[in-house]
């Protein structure tokens, strides 16, 4: 049988692009048609529930049973008319997936006549058999249960003939056990702070909410190359592979046209994705071969991350139907870009003020200054805990790595922000303002321009940039679920503005004015939080140095960089903001770490596998052959030529031997590392001793078997290569 190889680069020659056809010209005749949004609450649900419903999304207040049952009356009667025949509660459990577990909506009536029915309590709240999700250790047997309830602020979609509702996911005894209920309490943290901060500038707003634009990064590689990749398959990342001759170099990918096949892909997730109201916006081609880049419209914060994991699903479905594979991974291939999730952040209030936009007057701009500096602040404060939301076995291979932004936190604010931050600081360092210079520097603030969004301003490098009218966290990894940065963020955040918020009042309790006592505060936190900020090169050498001066934290180990999650500032900042307690806390790191240790023990499992049943053997055959020609030349020349002829061969056949003796020793030395590593009984210990004794021994293997991908007969190896993964489509 020829390899699986060889088959799957004849079947990848043979496809074609799949004909998508659109469902009308515009893409505003079918937006939303797949959404139980605002237009059809209206058509289907009375006023009464209407509004009620309006008001628990705007308020957070519970919606009573009555009213409940007739939403889910309106709902069903939407669902059933578009053929949905099942529901679901759909939550984002600690697993960065999406779960669900559909229901028919059919019942048995007394008469036993099967009629279709959804109730108010079958809309609101359900008790799936969670006992199979990650909780660290929150649920013991007597409380195993937990229970999923509905979140009316995140509107209802149809997949597949299943009307899916988004819930949150809570223990019996109320704690968290997943990624929505800290990022919707986070929200409230955030709003409450904000709104109280807004008030000094404008006392009309009355909410104020993060808003979130995640621009996801992917691979996309034929389904059938895939499937002769064994380590593809199981760990979503190639554990060997040597580097195309070509790879990256010329920068041919990024931007250029993108192939047809892929196209066709990008369509057809796209169409879905408007009927599901995911306003997806930007495609391109990324840096990487094989890598795309798909942007959406910003959202509401809780919506955003919702779509985000929606879209992600999206697309691992109809990527089948184009016989593609996609991967999330954060880095698929080694020696080529991998994958990010820039999430972009703002704040913006209930009157449309977008708070991180330079306004138009010097009012306004206070406004802006404040809440920049305060981010800033919050980011310098708890740069660990930030590191700590992105960190995984997967994104290791970003951070610290030299494509992605290092593993220290930084900020980068542009020339013009910085040269503002720096003016305002100067004034209480070096002396005090004249009254007119004071005028000036107002009139200054005043100018800077309402849009800064000056693509030469950018810095590519940074891990938290600030590009003009919101920040851009660049370190989170392509498989993220976003909600855990950003829960960190707007936690972050608002326990800064309540910090500011009560030292100006402190100040004009003592008669300070009121900018005054703004513009005092905010000088003391740039101040306080200058060393966060770094405008250079992040890859560069210089900035670790530089960094380790200023006492930033450089941490690349990730169950070390997790301990930040339960360091007692954490704590404290969570649970001064009501977003996680300690128990809660101590349960999700323990799923981090668990999560973690489980990735390593896989690769090394899958690579020793691989290395032992499919790279030996070839190089062993390929050994004997080199053998048998020796022997052979041996055979029909004459002492003195074979002595020439064969030196090259027999250095060969010592290198191949080297590298089987290699792979052989290393394998069975990382099997007993893990041997010992499992016998460890602590969660935090056990991902140390993966991390520090295991995980080395990839990198070690791999290298032997990347050399012998070199040397190997290409006709015998196994694989799928590094040219035919990344090339052919
Ligand atoms: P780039 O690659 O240059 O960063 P993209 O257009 O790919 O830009 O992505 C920018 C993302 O930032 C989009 O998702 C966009 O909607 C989002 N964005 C723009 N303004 C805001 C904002 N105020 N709050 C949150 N996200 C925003
Ligand atoms: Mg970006």
């Known amino acids: 049988m020829a390899h699986l190889r060889f088959q799957a680069l004849q079947e990848v020659l043979r496809r074609q692009p799949i004909e998508v056809k659109y469902p009308s010209k515009k893409i505003s005749d079918y937006y939303g048609i797949n959404v139980f949004d605002k237009q059809k609450m209206q058509k289907y649900l009375s006023i009464e529930a209407y509004r009620s419903v309006q008001k628990s999304i705007d308020k957070g207040i519970r919606i009573d049973r009555k009213i409940a049952d007739g939403v889910a009356a309106g709902m069903k009667a939407w669902a059933t008319e578009k053929g949905a025949t099942h529901y679901t509660h759909w939550f984002h459990p600690l697993t960065d997936a999406t779960a669900e577990k559909h229901d028919a909506f059919i019942e048995l009536s007394d008469t036993d006549v099967v009629i279709e029915n959804f109730s108010g309590s079958a809309l609101v709240q359900q008790e799936p058999d969670a006992s199979s999700f990650p909780s660290g250790g929150i649920r013991n047997t007597f409380e195993a249960r937990g229970y999923t309830a509905w979140d009316p602020s995140s509107p209802a979609f149809i997949v597949d003939n299943t009307l899916s509702i988004p819930t949150i996911f809570v223990s019996y005894t109320g704690e968290a056990l997943d990624h929505k209920t800290p990022l919707l309490r986070s929200m409230a943290a955030i709003d409450k702070a904000a709104t109280e901060v807004c008030l000094y500038f404008d006392r009309s707003v009355t909410k104020v909410y993060p808003t979130l634009g995640s621009e996801q990064e992917y691979f996309l590689i034929d389904d059938a190359l895939f499937h002769a990749r064994p380590d593809l398959v199981l760990t979503d990342r190639t554990l060997m592979g040597h580097a195309s001759a070509k790879d990256q170099q010329l920068e041919d990918h990024y931007f250029s046209s993108i192939p047809e096949r892929v196209s066709a892909f990008m369509k057809d997730f796209e169409i879905e994705a408007y009927k599901l109201g995911i306003p997806v916006k930007t495609r391109h081609n990324e840096v990487a071969p094989n890598q795309f880049e798909c942007a959406p419209i ?86 660990d805990l930030l590191r700590a939301t992105i960190s995984s076995a997967g994104n290791a291979h970003r951070l610290g790595g030299n494509e992605a932004p290092p ?92 910090k500011f918020n009560s030292e100006v009042q402190v100040l004009m309790k003592k008669k300070v004015k009121k900018d005054e006592a703004i513009f005092q505060v905010l000088r003391k936190y740039i101040i306080e939080s200058k060393p966060i900020r770094f405008e250079g090169n992040n890859y560069g050498k210089e900035w670790i140095r530089e960094a380790a001066k200023r006492k930033l934290s450089n941490i690349k180990d990730v169950p070390e960089s997790m301990d930040a999650f339960l360091s007692q500032k954490t704590i404290d900042m969570y649970s001064r903001q009501g977003v996680l307690d300690k128990r809660e806390l101590e349960g999700r790191t323990k799923v981090r770490l668990e999560m973690y240790t489980k990735r390593i023990q896989i690769e090394a499992r899958v690579l020793g596998d691989i290395a032992i049943n499919h790279i030996l053997p070839t ?86 078997i990347d050399k012998l991908e070199l040397i190997v007969d290409n006709e015998t190896w196994p694989l799928p290569k590094y040219r035919e993964l990344l090339f052919v489509r």
């Not at 080199?626 to 022997?631: D, F, K, Q, S």
């Not at 016998?679 to 990839?698: F, N, Q, W």
């Open 407 to 498: 593993a220290i936190m930084s900020v980068f604010l542009g020339d013009r922000v910085s040269k503002m931050l720096d003016l305002i600081e100067q004034e209480v360092t070096e002396r005090k303002m004249t009254p007119d210079e004071k005028t000036e520097l107002k009139l200054n603030i005043g100018k800077i321009p309402q849009i800064l969004l000056d693509n030469t301003d950018r810095n590519r490098t940074s891990p938290f940039a600030f590009t003009g009218n919101r920040f851009e966290f660049r370190a989170v990894g392509a498989s993220t679920n976003v909600a855990s940065p950003i829960i960190a963020l707007n936690s972050a955040v608002a326990d800064q503005l309540v």
């Open 298 to 383: 910003f959202e509401e914060a809780n919506l955003a991350t919702d779509h985000n994991l929606l879209l992600m699903d999206l697309m691992k479905t109809i990527s089948r139907r184009h016989s593609f594979k996609i991967l999330f991974h954060e880095k698929p291939f080694a020696d080529v870009n991998g994958s990010g999730k820039h999430c972009n952040w703002s704040l913006v209030t209930d009157n449309g003020i977008n708070l991180l936009a330079p306004g138009k007057t010097p009012r306004t701009n206070l406004l802006f200054l404040t809440f920049l500096v305060n981010t800033v602040k919050a980011v310098h404060e708890h740069a």
């Open 619 to 704: 190089a062993i055959k390929y050994q004997s052959e080199l053998i048998e020609n020796v022997r052979g030349l041996k055979e029909i020349f004459d002492e003195d030529e074979y002595r020439e002829l064969s030196a090259a061969r027999l250095d060969r056949i010592k290198e191949i031997t080297g590298h089987i003796s290699g792979i052989m020793a290393k394998v069975g030395e990382m099997i007993e590392e893990r041997k010992k590593a499992n016998r460890i009984e602590d969660t935090r210990k056990r991902a140390g001793t993966y991390s520090i004794k295991v995980y080395p021994y990839l990198a070690d293997i791999r290298e032997h």
